[in-house]
């Protein structure tokens, strides 16, 4: 007997199955279905003036997607409006408890809830809704929680609309459906999962300080006893040395052709894949077959405890790759064999500030900067004595330890909170609220 193309399966005792967009969900039987419309007092958006019409003076956030990240404002790079502006909006000011959600452009269905507005005043842009859910009847955390939950974003996304640049319509409200408990289980729920966020938050803040911590030590070396200063990049301690980068180390260039990727293979590294530090081959997503490492490997076979450094794009970035297994090296990228030097101070030689200023002023190219390989090999590098390299290389790899492991136990809560989502959010697993 041929199978049936919809496979039913036996719905436990007090639950009941339900569709919730793409897909069939259990849920208790006491949980109503609701419209995400129903949810909300107010869906809104906002709107900034033409470019013509800003000032340096301007002092009021304005909220796009690019800064919402990880749950939370990333204000790295602010986008402000006039306070004129800000009070002549009729929708898009920002207030506590709201939860905002991305509606077009590349980081479409990204949201946050605001635990507090940034700056005592904010309104988001035309790209970005505010959901502002009814509080006398539902808990907007669990909304959120909701809406990052795979049931949730699924449905999110598959309402979308356009071609040109996707987005969403003001008609999704009605379309994405709710799984809906009792209010004080609303609360219990949220209240579960907002204490695995504050865990993850808390790591975050360690992760900081340690990277914090790092960026002093090599500050604190640098600037530490009389100073010598070398052109308009720095200064650095007159008992050092300062020596040319292709003079104490080997800097190799990668190969320069672009190669046919495939799925699943041995991966390239390239200049998007760097960040200040090490690097986990895991994270990179590119990779060649066997034929096409074999010529990317011609002039060097990279390996566990290399340098890599970006030349273009990602810029002047130095990662050490902690991983031994087979890599290779894309385009715009060197490999930089330390010899005899402290590998880990090395490291951070290369990401401080005194480095980056040779680098800028050496770039070139219009569309972004681009270091030649001449000009890597010209990097001027100040070089305390053996036992000073090998004291701070101890203490970089401290803390480079500490953040390692930090880093895993925020992916352990990570995964933690997904369960958590996944099973508190359709009420597979309940809680007792008396």
């Avoid at 939860?99 to 269905?109: N, P």
């Avoid at 700056?119 to 955390?141: F, M, T």
Wanted: proline letters at 5%; hydrophobic letters at 30%; one cysteine or more.
């Amino acid at each position: 007997m041929s199978k049936t193309a919809k496979e039913t399966r036996e719905v436990p005792s007090g639950y009941t199955e339900v569709q919730l967009g793409p897909k069939l969900e259990v849920i208790p039987s006491d949980w109503e279905i609701e419209s995400l419309s129903n949810w909300l007092s107010s869906l809104e958006s906002g709107g900034r003036p033409k470019t013509s019409e800003r000032s340096e003076s301007d002092s009021v956030l304005s909220i796009g997607g690019a800064h919402i990240s990880d749950g939370s404002f990333d204000l790295d790079d602010p986008v402000c409006i006039s306070e004129v502006y800000y009070e002549g909006l009729n929708s898009g000011n920002i207030e506590k408890s709201d939860i905002l959600l991305v509606k077009d452009g590349a980081t479409i269905g990204k949201s946050m809830y605001v635990n507090k507005v940034p700056e005592g005043r904010a309104a988001v842009n035309s790209h970005v809704y505010i959901l502002r859910v009814d509080q006398k009847q539902y808990e907007p955390r669990f909304l959120y929680y909701f809406i990052n939950s795979r049931t949730g974003l699924d449905q999110i996304l598959r309402l979308t609309t356009g071609t040109a640049q996707a987005g969403l319509n003001r008609t999704f409200q009605q379309a994405t459906k709710v799984p809906t408990p009792s209010l004080p289980e609303q609360r219990y729920i949220a209240d579960i999962l907002s204490t695995v966020d504050e865990q993850i938050q808390q790591t975050d803040e360690m992760i900081e300080k340690a990277r914090k911590l790092k960026r002093g030590v090599i500050q604190d070396a640098l600037s530490s006893g009389p100073q010598q200063e070398y052109r308009i990049f720095g200064t650095y301690p007159k008992s050092w040395e300062l020596k040319t980068l292709s003079s104490i180390c080997e800097v190799i260039d990668a190969e320069h052709f672009t190669p046919d990727y495939v799925d699943n293979g041995i991966p390239v590294l390239r200049p998007g894949d760097l960040k200040p530090g090490t690097i986990a081959l895991e994270s990179v997503s590119k990779s060649v077959n066997e034929d096409i490492y074999e010529e990317l490997t011609r002039k060097y076979v990279p390996g566990q405890d290399d340098l890599v450094y970006s030349r273009s794009q990602n810029f002047a970035i130095a990662s050490r790759v902690l991983d031994d297994e087979r890599y290779c090296i894309g385009q715009d990228m060197v490999v930089i064999d330390p010899k005899s030097l402290d590998i880990s101070y090395l490291l951070e030689i290369l990401n401080s500030r005194f480095i980056l200023n040779q680098a800028q002023s050496f770039a070139s190219g219009s569309t972004f900067d681009r270091l030649n390989l001449s000009e890597i090999r010209k990097l001027r590098v100040p070089l305390p004595d053996p036992n000073k390299q090998e004291t701070l290389g101890s203490t970089f790899r401290l803390i480079r330890k500490k953040i390692r492991e930090t880093r895993q136990e925020r992916d352990r809560l990570v995964e933690l909170k997904r369960g958590l989502m996944q099973d508190l959010l359709t009420g597979k697993v309940r809680v007792d609220t008396d």
